[in-house]
T-cell receptor
Framework: QKEVEQNSGPLSVPEGAIASLNCTYSDRGSQSFFWYRQYSGKSPELIMFIYSNGDKEDGRFTAQLNKASQYVSLLIRDSQPSDSATYLCAVDSGNTGFQKLVFGTGTRLLVSP | DTGVSQDPRHKITKRGQNVTFRCDPISEHNRLYWYRQTLGQGPEFLTYFQNEAQLEKSRLLSDRFSAERPKGSFSTLEIQRTEQGDSAMYLC???????????????FGSGTQLSVL
């Protein structure tokens, strides 16, 4: 059973702080890693993806991947109340030719003004 | 282009009834996925179409579930003899085959929330 583990939270941070969200995965052969943001009652929205070890930055978001430790993280700098949502980590094994994603349960982030 | 569209947004049904959901993907997308999400959980993969061909089905998709994409455009997901355990958000996503060096990105619809009483 391929698994993706996330702390369900909530993770509470004050406005302007850095929010750090973490994810571990069990399938060592996983190739692609995604972070989705999901507001309550809404559909998941892709915000970051990463394939290689190291950091990838996009605006206020930085994704970090460590395949040896089977660990993915998402940093949100200058957190805003509008960032309050559930953040889903998703992993693709990469061996199907399509995106058969395995999602974690998500971490709920609360950014207080 | 208005994104991935799903209909209905909400469906309440009685146990044992049949229900059908519709998904209209982004027009140029030839890949279409169905996922299911229950409260407090992440989405779970159900099935995948490339054009009109259903290429993968999860073990979660029992014989009461059937999905079609008859002309490679919209898709339907039917659940027969619904059970209370079928209550969930059913999400459709679409994408296009990535070009050389590009990576596939899924775009999700707003989902159909099914409640089985």
């Amino acid at each position: 059973q391929k698994e993706v583990e996330q702390n369900s939270g909530p993770l509470s941070v004050p406005e302007g702080a850095i929010a750090s969200l973490n994810c571990t995965y069990s399938d060592r052969g996983s190739q692609s890693f995604f972070w989705y943001r999901q507001y309550s009652g809404k559909s998941p929205e892709l915000i970051m993806f990463i394939y290689s070890n190291g950091d990838k930055e996009d605006g206020r978001f930085t994704a970090q991947l460590n395949k040896a430790s089977q660990y993915v993280s998402l940093l949100i700098r200058d957190s805003q109340p509008s960032d309050s949502a559930t953040y889903l980590c998703a992993v693709d094994s990469g061996n199907t030719g399509f995106q058969k994603l395995v999602f974690g349960t998500g971490t709920r982030l609360l950014v207080s003004p | 282009d208005t994104g991935v569209s799903q209909d209905p947004r909400h469906k309440i049904t009685k146990r044992g009834q049949n229900v059908t959901f519709r998904c209209d993907p982004i027009s140029e997308h030839n890949r279409l996925y169905w996922y299911r999400q229950t409260l407090g959980q992440g989405p779970e993969f159900l099935t995948y179409f490339q054009n009109e061909a259903q290429l993968e089905k999860s073990r979660l998709l029992s014989d009461r579930f059937s999905a079609e994409r008859p002309k490679g455009s919209f898709s339907t997901l039917e659940i027969q003899r619904t059970e209370q355990g079928d209550s969930a958000m059913y999400l459709c996503a679409s994408s296009s085959v990535p070009g050389q060096g590009a990576k596939e990105k899924l775009f999700f619809g707003s989902g159909t929330q099914l409640s089985v009483l």
